[in-house]
């Protein structure tokens, strides 16, 4: 049973657009909602993350926003760049859980 | 940048030869996680540990095995390898209280 479906499994943007990645979720018990960024060779690494009080948070280009009624968060990159292609996860986890439940991952290409 | 290390980065064998993964981290995390990522990109959960003498089976059935015999090593093990094996293993780690996975760049292992 995937817990956090991420859509969609790869996504192309010309340099300068806006990229956005989906996930959505279904345990309501979930308080804490980071994404991760692998570039190829590399682990992943953490990018941003919100909880559940808030309906976005913005670091830089990155921005989560979040729709608890929905049961969905979404990153948007704007002003994407060459340098931001790489593979997105999206993930989740309730209070006093051990693991982490990740999304499939998004491979996103930024064309030049 | 996390200090989470794992050893080797790439790996090819041969089918029955026994390999162990190793994977060192210098931050003084209790939990440590073992992930296996497929060519498709999902991280498949395989084992974690809450602390030294402590492991458990994650999400995904695997047949390597871990030890956590001291806190900042957690090494996995896998005592005849098959090519069905063939796969990136990726260790990481977080802190009791919650704190975002910290990942290693990842062991790549090519099982002939």
């Known amino acids: 049973q995937q817990q956090v479906k991420q859509s969609p499994q790869s996504l192309i943007v010309q340099k300068g657009g806006i990229s956005i990645i989906n996930c959505a979720y279904e345990?309501?018990?979930?308080?804490?909602f980071p994404w991760y960024q692998q570039f190829p060779g590399k682990g992943p690494a953490l990018l941003i993350a919100i909880r559940p009080d808030v309906s976005e948070k913005k670091e830089g280009r990155f921005t989560i926003s979040f729709n608890k009624s929905a049961k969905q968060f979404s990153l948007h990159i704007m002003d994407s760049q060459p340098g931001d292609s790489a593979t997105y996860f999206c993930?989740?986890?309730?209070?006093?859980?051990?693991?982490?439940?990740f999304g499939q991952g998004t491979r996103l290409t930024i064309n030049p | 940048e996390a200090d989470i290390y794992q050893t080797p980065r790439y790996l090819v064998i041969g089918t029955g030869k026994k390999i162990t993964l190793e994977c060192s981290q210098t931050m003084g995390h209790d939990k440590m996680y073992w992930y296996q990522q497929d060519p498709g990109m999902e991280l498949h959960l395989i084992h974690y540990s809450y602390g030294v003498n402590s492991t458990e089976k994650g999400d995904l059935s695997s047949e390597s095995t871990v030890s956590r015999i001291r806190t900042e090593h957690f090494p996995l093990t896998l005592e005849s390898a098959r090519p069905s094996h063939t796969s990136q293993y990726l260790c990481a780690s977080s802190t009791l209280a919650g704190g975002p996975l910290f990942f290693g760049e990842g062991s790549r292992l090519t099982v002939l």
């Open positions: 993930a989740a986890k309730s209070r006093g859980a051990q693991k982490l439940v």
């Open positions: 345990n309501t018990a979930f308080d804490y």
